[in-house]
């Protein structure tokens, strides 16, 4: 038997920034800048984040000292970890590993944060920590793997990330390999996250994510302490591999573990939606500005998927073809395609078109359906398929290599393009600017001070549903 949970302790544990290759230092950066706006602009806008602020007043998480990016009230350490990765993944802008299918960042990158701000640990921990939780949250889901704990209706965003989580939020605070493994063995005692959001629009996608965020942080914070958490979290009879899908191969968890950097094969979005429209949505903007194609002129178009992109944006093609809220949206690979056909973009401020007469006259003209040579590609890249009708024509597009991806990662320029996008409405162009400096140059810190206090609004703003 391998020991997965062993290994990966020692890993997290001993992992040193400036051992890293300098190119995942970079990532590392360019990853921490990219949730930081999603964390921004998912506390102003997500409608669900009213609530959500109400109910963790109401749990006594505001009593405390730490921040909430895009937030004037200070939270307690949990509270902080909660609340930042529910914003982090409410807009489903946060990066993405296509291999694990999941986003590696919401849960990690909050709880770091958190646990930084309690211990005062210097920037260049605080990113080693960034990646220790990135390489326990993929490869745990590369394990499982994904594909198999999806279709035992877990969401492993919430399910993997509590244990990068807790990885992360233990290596800020120092813990040895004994503590980090007794981290583990207390956040599988609460690992938990749902697919049932696919079938309403529920909130708890963007919920458990933050909950994943805080069970991490509380699992270190108790091992900390002395607290006793089980053994073989992952690879025990009861563990996680084992308990959570069907045929794992623990092995893959810690394969070149080290050597191989699963951080790097994590993707940044251009788009606020389900990775698995963004090919298509890329093949909608470049027929759109090749061909000149209007709206009127579109008799239908087609969407060649993968199997898996078929179960998230594809199918029921009915409800597919006719999103009723955001969530609804962020999964329908026919709005996200109706946007860049109809008006050559599509973004966050997209979803005020759910109900706009053009987008609706597209929507029942775009179908989806299983495209063998997409899925051949799957999952090295996560490509996709449009073939359109018009004019009497067909026009058909195929990219392999959405915007974003490892293999076509965005420019420092781009990330920050993306940032100010969605924080510059938060912060102010200038002091948003400021931030994303902070973000980038984290590695030479004293701490993060200087980081969350950027992350406060200066004025008070008007938050969603409030």
């Not at 998480?61 to 350490?77: K, M, Y």
């Not at 993707?267 to 209007?294: F, I, N, Q, T, W």
């Not at 898996?308 to 006719?322: E, F, H, I, S």
């Not at 599509?346 to 109900?355: I, M, V």
Request: proline fraction near 5%.
């Amino acid at each position: 038997m391998v020991a997965v949970t062993r290994i990966f302790a020692e890993y997290s544990a001993s992992i040193q920034y400036g051992a890293l290759p300098e190119a995942v230092q970079e990532r590392t950066r360019f990853l921490l800048l990219d949730l930081l706006g999603n964390m921004l602009r998912g506390r102003h806008d997500a409608e669900s984040s009213a609530s959500l602020i109400r109910a963790a007043k109401a749990m006594g998480l505001s009593a405390g000292n730490h921040a909430v990016f895009g937030e004037q009230t200070r939270w307690t350490p949990n509270g902080a970890a909660l609340l930042n990765g529910a914003f982090a993944h409410s807009l489903d802008f946060d990066d993405t590993h296509a291999a694990a299918t999941l986003h590696p960042g919401a849960p990690v990158i909050p709880a770091a944060i958190a646990a930084a701000e309690m211990t005062g640990a210097r920037g260049e921990d605080v990113l080693a920590a960034i990646v220790a939780g990135y390489e326990v949250t993929n490869r745990l889901s590369l394990a499982l793997p994904g594909g198999d704990h999806y279709d035992r209706g877990f969401h492993p965003t919430a399910t993997c990330g509590a244990f990068g989580a807790a990885a992360a939020a233990a290596r800020v605070m120092g813990l040895d390999a004994d503590g980090v493994e007794k981290a583990f063995g207390i956040a599988l005692s609460q690992c938990a996250g749902s697919l049932a959001f696919l079938h309403n629009g529920a909130w708890t996608k963007r919920f458990q994510v933050g909950w994943a965020a805080m069970n991490g942080l509380s699992a270190a914070l108790l091992a900390r302490e002395g607290f006793r958490g089980a053994s073989e979290a992952f690879e025990g009879r009861a563990g996680f591999l084992q308990a959570y899908a069907p045929n794992p191969t623990p092995a893959r968890a810690v394969q070149d573990l080290g050597i191989v950097f699963e951080l790097m094969e994590t993707a940044v979005k251009p788009y606020p939606s389900c990775r698995y429209g963004h090919a298509g949505v890329d093949a909608a903007l470049a027929l759109r500005a090749e061909h000149g194609l209007k709206p009127e002129e579109i008799e239908s178009v087609l969407m060649g998927l993968p199997h898996k992109g078929m179960k998230l944006v594809g199918a029921p093609l009915a409800y597919k073809q006719n999103p009723q809220n955001v969530v609804d949206g962020q999964f329908s690979g026919p709005f996200v395609v109706a946007n860049a056909l109809a008006y050559g973009y599509f973004g966050w401020d997209s979803y005020a078109l759910l109900q706009d007469p053009t987008i609706r006259a597209l929507l029942p003209k775009i179908g989806c359906d299983f495209d063998a040579e997409v899925e051949a590609e799957f999952p090295t890249n996560m490509a996709g398929k449009l073939t359109i009708q018009a004019r009497g024509q067909t026009f058909v597009k195929m990219v392999t290599v959405p915007k974003g991806e490892p293999g076509n990662f965005l420019s420092e320029a781009e990330l920050r393009a993306k940032f100010h996008g969605l924080a510059d409405a938060i912060l102010g162009e200038a002091r948003a600017a400021e931030l994303a400096d902070a973000a980038l140059n984290l590695h030479l810190a004293d701490d993060v001070t200087t980081l969350t206090r950027l992350g406060t609004p200066q004025a008070s703003l008007r938050m969603a549903g409030e």
